[in-house]
């Protein structure tokens, strides 16, 4: 079974533009999350969808938004970038056929803005 | 309040065990987690307890769970070189059992 697949790996953004990253579940797993990881901040939360719909969301500005596509792929964009974006983006997804709340994470995105 | 506190940094011996603490703020936590990231890699479950037990026991790893001190512990017994790595506890609300809020991790350093 394939794991989380993140896309791109590496990317490298100016000031101002705006990013877009991929995101594709373990093979039915139907919940997917989103996190930000930096040295200072450690993983933050920014996002979870279930079934194209979000269900939770962390305490991000309006920059950051996401979406989930039919099946369950999902997408997050930061517009307007800045310099504090910089860090890993991590995502997660989750069967939620046990009820344990187990998320496997993909290797991540890792951001840089200039 | 949501907030998962953890040390920074870890140094132990090889072959000693490695106590990781944790402190959380949610009484109403239903799953606490330990969540192992290696270099360049994802984060990966280790173990987790869930909220109306005190200790979970898995080979190596013992979880002690002190939900009045809201006290999360992950020992590791016989700690190797392999077990270098960021550590993370993580809990999930009773509320919003999908959104799983992660500690600042503890970077585990092993001496020879």
């Known amino acids: 079974k394939a794991g989380v697949t993140q896309t791109p790996r590496y990317l490298i953004k100016t000031r101002g533009q705006q990013v877009t990253l991929s995101c594709s579940p373990i093979s039915g797993h139907r919940s997917v999350s989103w996190y930000q990881q930096t040295p200072g901040q450690g993983l933050q939360f920014l996002f979870e969808y279930f079934s194209e719909t979000q269900r939770n969301k962390g305490n991000f500005p309006g920059r950051f938004s996401g979406r989930q596509f039919s099946n369950s792929r999902s997408e997050m964009n930061v517009s307007t970038l800045e310099l504090g974006d910089s860090a890993l983006y991590l995502c997660?997804?989750?069967?939620?056929?046990?009820?344990?709340?187990?998320?496997?994470f993909g290797e991540g995105s890792r951001l840089t803005v200039l | 309040g949501e907030d998962v506190e953890q040390s920074l940094f870890l140094s132990v011996r090889e072959g000693d065990s490695s106590v990781i603490n944790c402190t959380y703020t949610?009484?109403?936590?239903?799953?606490l987690y330990w969540y192992k990231q290696e270099p360049g890699a994802g984060l990966q479950l280790l173990t987790y307890?869930?909220?109306?037990?005190d200790m979970k026991q898995d080979q190596r790893l013992t979880v002690l769970l002190n939900k009045k001190d809201k006290h999360l512990s992950l020992r590791i017994a016989d700690t190797q070189t392999g077990d270098s790595a960021i550590y993370f506890c993580?809990?999930?609300?009773?509320?919003?059992?999908?959104?799983?809020?992660f500690g600042s991790g503890t970077r585990l350093s092993i001496r020879p």
């Open positions: 997660a997804s989750n069967g939620d056929s046990t009820n344990t709340g187990e998320l496997f």
């Open positions: 307890i869930f909220s109306n037990m």
């Open positions: 993580a809990e999930s609300m009773l509320s919003s059992a999908s959104k799983i809020i």
């Open positions: 949610d009484s109403s936590s239903t799953y």
